[in-house]
């Protein structure tokens, strides 16, 4: 017959070995503790055999060392503590010699070989060391969220060149005043004077967001004044270009012109024949 078949009966035969070994360490447990009530002749080999065989059973079990780290300290707990409650039992018949010392002893004995020939705390070290180990954690609230609203928020790119990195970093990004956009020029324009950048959102069919210049002045700590931003002829409003430096300057109206204008406005029938200038401040200087 194959060998597979013999297997729950090994297992079975093997059960029953280790049930019957645990019996009998409960019993010999028992036995010391009441022998140490009437004479130390066997109380500290007792001890040690007990220590040897707690640390033994607990550190060369396969189970209780394949338990799941979690787990590990209860498994321990549970199997150690008779065979600390044993311990601390025998070193008290060793120290407390007294009549009541006796009386407390005794029924430790008692007690400690009825819990554990019931409870088989052994067993039940290696039963909790074969559950399930538990599972990892799981923020149910925000896998919900991203299941029920998908997210699509456009990511920035960051770019290397410094004028763009800084853009991504600080324009682009949500809540910016230019949020979704990107730089795509840098160029110097009217003999250096000002500095073009032309600006494209990054979803090529939606516009470029208005740019709200004061906002932009503050970030850029720029004086408001020295920003504009215009459309760029011939292209739709999926780019725009931020100009960066003073505008240029209106030609100035000759006097003629200027006089001409105030007279049809303000003096008809006046006629300019001569312009004098004059400062004014020397009156003003004392």
Not at 112 to 131: D, E, H, I, S, Y
Not at 206 to 218: C, H, N
Request: avoid cysteine; proline fraction near 8%.
């Amino acid at each position: 017959m194959p060998l597979r078949t013999y297997i729950p009966t090994i297992r079975r035969a093997g059960s029953a070995t280790v049930s019957g070994v645990g019996r009998l360490a409960t019993l010999a447990g028992g036995s010391a503790m009441a022998a140490g009530l009437f004479t130390d002749a066997g109380t500290v080999p007792a001890i040690l055999t007990s220590i040897a065989a707690g640390l033994g059973g607990a550190f060369l079990s396969p189970r209780l060392q394949l338990a799941h780290p979690l787990k590990k300290p209860i498994v321990f707990t549970i199997y150690l503590a008779p065979h600390t409650v044993l311990v601390a039992n025998l070193v008290t018949e060793l120290l407390w010699d007294a009549a009541e010392g006796r009386l407390v002893q005794s029924g430790v004995a008692v007690l400690w070989t009825a819990g554990v020939w019931w409870l088989r705390p052994g067993q039940l070290a290696k039963r909790v060391a074969k559950w399930p180990e538990p599972e990892a954690e799981v923020d149910e609230t925000r896998d919900g969220d991203a299941d029920e609203k998908p997210s699509n928020e456009i990511v920035v790119p960051v770019p290397d060149d410094p004028a763009g990195r800084w853009w991504a970093l600080n324009a682009a990004k949500k809540g910016g005043v230019a949020e979704y956009t990107q730089v795509l020029s840098v160029r110097a324009i009217e003999g250096r004077r000002r500095v073009a950048i032309a600006i494209g959102s990054l979803d090529s069919d939606e516009p470029v967001p208005e740019i709200k210049i004061r906002r932009l002045s503050a970030l850029m700590k720029v004086p408001a004044h020295l920003l504009e931003v215009q459309d760029i002829p011939g292209y739709g409003a999926n780019v725009a270009m931020l100009l960066i430096g003073p505008k240029p300057e209106d030609p100035v109206a000759a006097d003629e012109d200027v006089w001409a204008e105030i007279g049809r406005s303000a003096l008809p029938g006046v006629t300019l024949v001569e312009i004098n200038e004059y400062d004014m401040s020397k009156e003003f200087t004392p």
